[in-house]
């Protein structure tokens, strides 16, 4: 990998510092693929306990990897984010607190650019609490960070062109393949693609057709397998589109246009059944179930990475899609 000195180019603009506000899931993940991209990262969480873990844990994965930058634990927000010229909020998932927080961060820094990591809310909004907008945009990494290659870059309504520039460049030469989103929308595109599947995955439970189980292995081994390879309007073309258009005529009537979260999802939450870290979601889960799945996610991600199955570029354009902002 190129250290993020010299892939970024442009003299003067160079992201060397960062800081990562919110070390869990996310933020340990984002902490990482900054650090072995050559910045110096400083990492902070609201619970000193969580922070000491995730130091621990990204600086046993740098190991002694050549050329990575130097990571760090603050104990405070202020001096976390001082010396920063890029931070990356990633802290709980809650309008109040992210826009509270990008009013502190944006206090504490003169000419920062601030990033989001929120899944689904406007970056606009998350914005507003900024004193410098311009500077605020969305970077929506997905889980794990370090193994999944696209990051959704979202400019807010204020944001400037040259801060989604040097953030797309630095994205670039981490490895990644960021894309950029056109219009501020909640869920940007992968979430209103991931939850428009879930809404049917719900539904189909909820109505009898069949139970959490089946929903997931039908997935797993049918679209599942196949669009890593064929993205779903590839695959429209490569059936046919007159085929899908007669699809689509029987079948849009009938899937799930509910405009409000499931009432099972709801009856499951109001119950404690919040899925594998209680015990019982949809399905049940026995203790140390959840750090398998994690384990076998990662394996699986890994070996799809390393035998190139991964497909970041487009089959049928020259060159890497980096956008659709064309
Ligand atoms: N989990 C995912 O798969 C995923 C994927 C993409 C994006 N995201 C988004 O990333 C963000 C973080 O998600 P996560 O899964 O890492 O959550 P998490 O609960 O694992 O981590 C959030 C961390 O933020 C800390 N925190 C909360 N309030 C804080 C504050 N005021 N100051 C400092 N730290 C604070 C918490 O202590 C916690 O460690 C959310 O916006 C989430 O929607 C999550």
Request: some cysteine.
């Amino acid at each position: 990998m190129l250290s993020a000195e010299r892939a970024q180019g442009g003299a003067g603009h160079r992201f060397e510092r960062a800081a990562v506000v919110g070390a869990g899931l996310m933020g340990r993940g984002i902490a990482q693929v900054l650090a072995a991209g050559g910045l110096d990262v400083v990492l902070y969480d609201a619970e000193a306990h969580i922070l000491d873990d995730s130091v621990e844990a990204i600086r046993a994965r740098l190991g002694e990897a050549d050329g990575h930058g130097l990571l760090t634990g603050a104990a405070d927000l202020d001096s976390a984010v001082g010396d920063a010229d890029l931070v990356v909020e990633a802290v709980t998932e809650d309008l109040g607190v992210k826009r509270d927080i990008f009013a502190q961060i944006s206090a504490a820094t003169a000419s920062a650019v601030l990033a989001t990591n929120t899944s689904v809310l406007p970056v606009t909004a998350i914005a507003e609490g900024a004193r410098h907008p311009e500077r605020v945009l969305g970077t929506h990494w997905w889980n794990p960070p370090d193994l999944i290659p696209v990051v959704e870059v979202v400019p807010g309504r204020r944001t400037s062109a040259e801060v989604t520039e040097r953030v797309m460049a630095l994205l670039g030469c981490l490895g990644k393949t960021p894309v950029r989103v056109r219009r501020d929308v909640p869920g940007f595109i992968g979430n209103r693609l991931q939850h428009a599947l879930w809404r049917e995955a719900i539904a189909l439970v909820a109505d009898g057709i069949c139970d959490a189980e089946t929903v997931d292995l039908v997935a797993r081994n049918t679209i599942g397998l196949r669009l890593a390879r064929l993205g779903p309007l590839e695959n429209a073309d490569y059936v046919g589109l007159d085929l899908t258009l007669a699809i689509h005529d029987t079948v849009i009537p009938v899937l799930s246009r509910d405009s409000e979260p499931s009432h099972l999802l709801r009856e499951l939450v109001e119950r404690g059944d919040l899925g594998a870290r209680s015990g019982r979601g949809f399905l049940e889960w026995r203790p140390g179930d959840r750090q398998a799945a994690a384990l076998a996610l990662a394996a699986h991600l890994t070996a799809q990475t390393a035998s190139g199955s991964v497909r970041c570029s487009g089959q049928h354009g020259s060159g890497q899609q980096r956008g659709t902002s064309s």
